[in-house]
């Protein structure tokens, strides 16, 4: 009765499970709110500056600009904008799938002051005449689209028709004015202008006093500017000036292949994960795939619940941690096939393998939950969506990987009815030890007994010294290829319905004004042209340049501006972002383990980190902000096969009991790699799988951020066996010659009785 309610208990939680999925996915994915790279859209930081002789710039200045610029883009229709106060005299605002954005653009950054003039531009009335809010868009006398305006003093804007209608023919008109400069702006030269270009609303001829309260306001408008206008006016003006520091634009039609690519990539890397768990694993790695599913929709529900923006490197994070997710699962499992061998039962293996796991897998943990912190912390919009949702996966990862499976495998196990049949397990009957041989796991024999890590250890120093010396010349001679992120000026990515070439793209900016010699050509059928310029397009410019690469390629551009103060600020950022992390890291590892242990993990940390700068420089790939996401990522990736490593070293030291030649030493170190190369290997292959799919499959935009992925996996696993493992044995080797023999009495493991048990 026993054995079936708990086989009954495990039937219906799958079916619970699969009912709740199957009936709120669906809903949970509309509710998910995509970023501008994913539906389009634009993204600007603004620098609020003072007026000549205006008001000085203070936190309250600034919060009311962005309350003056989030009632602004109410008038553009847009759902859920992001408006966000940054550094004290910076805003920042996002605004995805707005359809115009040009319009958009202008009607944030303009300054919004009617002011009424002559001819002369003497000011006659300003928008502190006018009533708030009452400015509306509707016809006038000959059914044409007009503003209408509320003086508040009848009398005076009497005295200023006037004065007005006094002045000779020509010059009897009333200018009004959006946005006048004094000293730059005059009615002489503004008038020469194009229509579309001037600054002047309208010039009404004023031939008789007019005392009324009612002001028309009529042009060459039509119905949606003269709501536009009317809405802005009663948003009030701007008391300081908007200087654009940074900006993105994605084109809808962009966004849209880039979510469609990169989803068809997640769903290829996630499904060979899921293969590859049952054919390795077999049951276990069945139960590894149903919560892994759960995982996947516990991120999406937190993050529609904390009403997240999706952006393309919050979904690489998603299946970043799918990968990672695996890690846990792959670790006790490896546990439970060890104690399986040595002929417990598979009751017994179950609970002592989940038990010895879990401080590896905290461990783990929490070094990568530090690097996602600090990303969070130190990132710009695209990489702090990153950094959310690579902190959702660490924590459900945690639940659906440690509790999830646990509970799923242990009503199976403790049932009864996998009793014997170790093979579920991908253990065979001629791999198992008799009980009565009472050998103990830690001296199992392994695939990797021949291989001696410690006595070439010395090779593969030479191997990184050489290949870090050649990153260094290389470096030195052609430095990074910063992206605008850091070096600051304006980048282009042309897309075109057709495949297009360099020439193309260099003869057709030629001809329109903007020549570059920096031009890349990319995209699975060549229909990307990626431009660069050390320059820093204005507004205009880059208008003007989106509408001439529309017309000319026939789908719209994507074009981001950066400052070189904001490329320098994120440099610096990106400093004190690895800089802090890697604090951090050492400072955990050193107080959960050794200090010795925390400086080879450091050394190991900095190798990865050069050693992915270096591989970058030598291919010339773009450095941009997601690539400090990428090196964040492998740092705290690769700090989990260290800790794991390091791990197994500190309880075969407690079997040992006693060390006292250098040789001891060296057998501890190389049968603890031994010991966990299989589940280094596993591990490593089920991030690959999703990161090359990433890489092969996934949006543009992303690739450069997938490729450092890749190279990060390789050299984060090489350095945690060849380096980091290492140098440790030389530390200790110091301390062996120094204070002789190291007695290590059996250790409790400090969080071990914290595990949660089935």
């Known amino acids: 009765m026993k054995r079936r309610g708990r086989i009954i208990a495990f039937l219906l939680l799958l079916v619970l499970f699969a009912g709740t999925m199957g009936t709120t996915t669906s809903p949970i994915l509309n509710n998910v709110k995509l970023g501008l790279d994913l539906q389009g859209g634009f993204e600007v930081l603004y620098e609020v500056q003072e007026l000549k002789g205006g008001t000085k710039i203070t936190e309250s200045v600034v919060a009311d600009t962005a309350d003056a610029l989030g009632s602004r883009v109410d008038v553009l229709g847009v759902s859920e904008p992001n408006i966000q106060v940054e550094s004290n005299n910076r805003i920042r605002v996002q605004l995805a799938g707005v359809e115009d954005q040009d319009k958009a653009r202008e009607l944030l950054s303009t300054q919004a002051d009617l002011t009424f003039r002559d001819v002369d531009d003497k000011l006659l009335l300003s928008g502190d005449d006018l009533k708030e809010g009452k400015a509306t868009g509707g016809f006038g006398e000959y059914n044409n689209p007009v503003v209408t305006l509320e003086m508040k003093d009848a009398n005076k804007f009497g005295e200023v028709t006037t004065e007005i209608k006094a002045k000779p023919p020509g010059q009897n008109l009333l200018v009004i004015w959006l946005d006048f400069v004094e000293g730059e702006d005059s009615y002489a030269t503004e008038i020469l202008k194009p229509e579309k270009d001037r600054k002047i609303v309208s010039a009404p001829q004023v031939t008789k006093t007019i005392a009324s309260s009612n002001v028309q306001i009529d042009g060459s408008f039509t119905t949606k500017e003269t709501k536009e206008l009317a809405g802005i006016l009663n948003a009030g003006a701007l008391p300081v000036h908007l200087e654009e520091v940074y900006s993105t634009s994605v084109g809808a039609q962009f966004g849209e292949q880039a979510l469609s690519k990169t989803i068809f990539a997640g769903i290829i890397g996630i499904a060979l994960i899921f293969v590859f768990m049952i054919a390795y694993y077999r049951l276990p790695g069945l139960v590894a795939v149903i919560t892994l599913s759960i995982y996947i929709y516990i991120i999406l529900l937190v993050f529609t619940l904390i009403n997240g923006v999706l952006t393309l490197p919050g979904i690489a994070a998603l299946m970043l941690g799918v990968g990672m997710a695996v890690d846990a699962n792959i670790l006790t499992y490896e546990r439970i096939r060890e104690e399986l061998r040595v002929g417990k039962s598979i009751q017994t293996s179950f609970s002592a393998g989940a038990k010895s796991a879990f401080t590896a897998i905290l461990d783990a943990n929490i070094t990568t939950m530090i690097a996602a912190v600090v990303l969070f912390i130190f990132g710009t919009s695209s990489v702090k969506g990153f950094a959310v949702v690579l902190i959702i996966s660490i924590l459900a990862s945690f639940l659906t990987a440690v509790w999830g499976s646990r509970l799923l495998l242990g009503l199976l196990v403790n049932s009864g009815l996998l009793d014997g049949k170790t093979g579920l397990f991908g253990i065979s009957k001629n791999r198992i030890h008799p009980a009565e041989e009472k050998v103990e796991t830690l001296e199992l024999t392994t695939k ?222 190389n049968k603890s790699l031994r010991q966990t190369l299989g589940r280094s290997v596993n591990t490593v292959l089920t991030v690959i799988l999703v990161v090359a799919a990433l890489a092969l499959l996934g949006a543009e935009s992303i690739r450069p951020f997938s490729i450092a992925l890749l190279i990060g996996l390789f050299a984060g696993t090489y350095s945690s066996i060849f380096i980091s493992a290492q140098i440790w044995f030389d530390l200790k080797k110091r301390e062996l010659k120094e204070k002789g023999p190291i007695k290590a009495d059996e250790q409790k493991k400090q969080w071990g009785s914290d595990e949660p048990v089935v």
């Not at 000026?489 to 193309?504: H, K, L, Q, Y």
């Not at 042209?529 to 208008?543: A, D, H, I, M, P």
């Not at 050693?611 to 420089?617: I, K, L, P, Q, W």
């Open 448 to 669: 990797f007994d021949r291989l001696d890590f410690v006595g070439t250890r010395k090779k593969f120093y030479t191997i990184s010294a050489i290949l870090l010396t050649t990153g260094i010349i290389v470096l030195g001679i052609f430095k990074l290829n910063l992206g605008i992120d850091f070096a600051g000026g304006t980048r282009v990515e042309v897309v075109s319905n057709d495949s297009i070439t360099t020439a193309e793209v260099s003869d057709y900016l030629d001809k329109i004004g903007h020549p570059s010699t920096d031009i890349i050509i990319s995209g699975d059928t060549k229909n990307i042209g990626v431009v660069r310029y050390k320059e820093e397009f204005k507004q205009e410019e880059v208008s003007q340049l989106k509408a001439d690469l529309a017309a000319e390629f026939g789908a719209e551009a994507n074009v981001s501006t950066v400052s070189n103060t904001v490329g320098k600020e994120l440099a610096k950022n990106a400093m004190y972002a690895l800089l802090y992390a890697a604090l951090g890291i050492v400072i955990y590892v050193a107080f959960r383990f050794e200090w010795r242990m925390g400086v080879a993990s450091i050394i190991g940390l900095l190798h990865d980190a050069f050693f992915m700068v270096a591989v970058f420089s030598i291919l010339r790939l773009e450095v941009d902000v997601t690539f400090i996401a990428a090196v964040l990522t492998i740092v705290g990736y690769s700090i989990n096969d260290t800790i794991v490593t390091f791990d197994r070293i500190r309880e075969n030291i407690s079997h040992r009991k006693h060390i006292a030649t250098e040789g001891e030493l060296a057998d501890i170190v």
